[in-house]
């Protein structure tokens, strides 16, 4: 597609369930990245994948999240035994890993409400 | 690692007003990035630059490389209603080939 997606866009789920995030980048571009918000704050970084390497897990709050990119696209971001603090909005990104003029655009966002 | 630093925090202004927010680094960087944030939207690219001393201009935005490649600041001229938003720098430095993202200027445009 035109631009990054993600979906589901908003997700309410009961504490201790697990959910999946899913991120589709922009089509041809190596790198993807994910972030969380919450409310009212900055980006906080999360994973990042670029092309075959290893993925720099350094962001992951805890264990209970993991992150996977299928075939050089696709990302999926899984959290298991959702806490009420897991809530924000998850934000995935990508790029084309250009050295000379890289940009980074970004989804709409996940939405996950933990009750 | 590295971090990036915006001022201000926040800002109230005037609608009409023009609005000033910088971004500071304490290591190089090599691209400037600045994204604003609409309530319940991903940030949306605004200005990219490449290039230390780069003036960039996107209608009323005008945005800078700083010649020491440790700074940015992006300007808004006339402010409207729909500045409001969060306006985070972003920057891209090859040591660490990650984005950093500062922490935010929150703009509030007062009619």
């Known amino acids: 597609g035109a631009g990054v997606s993600q979906s589901p866009s908003n997700k309410v789920t009961e504490k201790g369930k697990d959910v999946e995030l899913r991120c589709d980048p922009i089509?041809?571009?190596?790198?993807l990245y994910w972030y969380r918000q919450s409310l009212g704050q900055g980006l906080e970084f999360l994973i990042y994948?670029?092309?075959?390497?290893?993925?720099?897990k350094s962001g992951l709050p805890s264990d209970r999240f993991s992150a996977e990119r299928t075939g050089g696209s696709v990302s999926t971001l899984t959290i298991q035994r959702t806490q009420q603090e897991d809530s924000a909005v998850y934000l995935c990104?990508?790029?084309?890993?250009?050295?000379?003029?890289?940009?980074?655009?970004f989804g709409e966002g996940s939405w996950l409400t933990v009750v | 690692g590295q971090q990036l630093n915006q001022s201000p925090q926040s800002m109230f202004i005037q609608e009409g007003e023009d609005v000033s927010m910088n971004c500071t680094s304490s290591?190089?960087?090599?691209?400037w990035l600045w994204y604003k944030q609409d309530p319940g939207e991903g940030p949306v690219l605004l200005i990219a630059?490449?290039?230390?001393?780069e003036l960039t201009s996107n209608g009323r935005l005008t945005a800078q490389f700083g010649i020491t490649r440790k700074d940015s600041f992006l300007n808004i001229s006339a402010s409207i209603p729909s500045d409001v938003g969060i306006y985070f720098c972003?920057?891209?430095?090859?040591?660490?080939?990650?984005?950093?993202f500062g922490p935010g200027t929150r703009l509030s445009v007062l009619p």
């Open positions: 990104a990508s790029s084309k890993m250009d050295r000379e003029r890289d940009t980074i655009y």
């Open positions: 089509s041809g571009h190596t790198a």
């Open positions: 994948f670029q092309g075959n390497s290893a993925p720099d």
């Open positions: 290591s190089i960087f090599n691209t």
């Open positions: 630059l490449y290039k230390a001393g």
């Open positions: 972003a920057g891209y430095d090859n040591y660490g080939q990650n984005f950093v």
